[in-house]
């Protein structure tokens, strides 16, 4: 069965400083991966996608992530961290044969200054 | 990415009445669309599928005589908690699904049962 593990439930790191939010995924065939950041009482907005090709994937605000095949992992960083930063992220796999997409628990992100 | 609204953003309603939350895809049409329940510092669970012209696929342990889901056009599909009670209490969200299962979530609608 298809699962997402994001085993940090939060980090928190200083504004300006690297970032990598950790994310674990079981599935029987390549998947499809998204990152996903959810602001406080507000719907989640697609950062990154990963369907193929080049393992790795740029996405907005500055955030990329790379797919790890012999890891199961598709983790994401950031170079510099922005106080904007500061909100859930949510890792999450697609049935590419189907339509349901399996969210991890999420990681939330606090940024210092 | 495609564009998704939702209404109202925040509602309170009294224990025992019903509430419609109405989700439109404004710039796709959207065959799919989804609906899920987000608890405090919780991750999604996915309540149903909703697909247009036909009848919602709910998740197991969702009860779909509580929460009606229509989806009577491309654009919009409405979730109706029946009878709310507070433990119905939640924030909910729905999206619209791109075409490699990537989704487009609506800004979700915060219901409190008093």
């Known amino acids: 069965a298809q699962s997402v593990t994001q085993p940090d439930i939060h980090i928190t790191v200083s504004e300006g400083a690297s970032l990598e939010l950790r994310c674990n995924y079981s599935?029987?065939?390549?998947?499809?991966l998204f990152w996903y950041v959810q602001s406080p009482g507000q719907g989640l907005q697609l950062l990154l996608k990963?369907?193929?090709?080049?393992?790795l994937v740029q996405g907005i605000k500055g955030f990329e992530a790379e797919f790890k095949r012999s890891q199961s992992s598709f983790n994401l960083r950031k170079p510099s961290v922005h106080w904007s930063d500061a909100a859930e992220y949510f890792c999450?796999?697609?049935?590419?044969?189907?339509?349901?997409?399996?969210f991890g628990a999420g990681t939330r992100l606090f940024v210092k200054a | 990415g495609a564009v998704v609204s939702q209404h109202p953003s925040w509602v309170i309603c009294k224990s025992g009445t019903s509430v419609k939350i109405e989700c439109r895809s404004l710039?796709?049409?959207?065959?799919?669309m989804f609906w899920y329940r987000q608890f405090p510092k919780q991750s999604l669970m996915l309540m149903a599928t909703?697909?247009?012209?036909?009848?919602?696929?709910?998740e197991q342990g969702v009860e779909k005589d509580k929460f009606l889901i229509n989806h009577a056009s491309l654009t919009l599909s409405t979730l109706t908690v029946t009878s709310a009670h507070p433990e119905d209490s939640s924030f909910y969200i729905c999206?619209?699904?791109?075409?490699?299962?990537?989704?487009?979530f609506g800004p979700g609608t915060r219901l409190t049962v008093t």
């Open positions: 999450a796999v697609g049935d590419t044969g189907g339509f349901k997409t399996i």
């Open positions: 599935y029987g065939a390549t998947p499809y």
């Open positions: 990963y369907f193929s090709g080049d393992t």
């Open positions: 710039d796709f049409q959207a065959t799919t």
């Open positions: 909703s697909n247009e012209g036909s009848k919602a696929t709910y």
């Open positions: 999206s619209e699904r791109g075409n490699r299962s990537e989704q487009y």
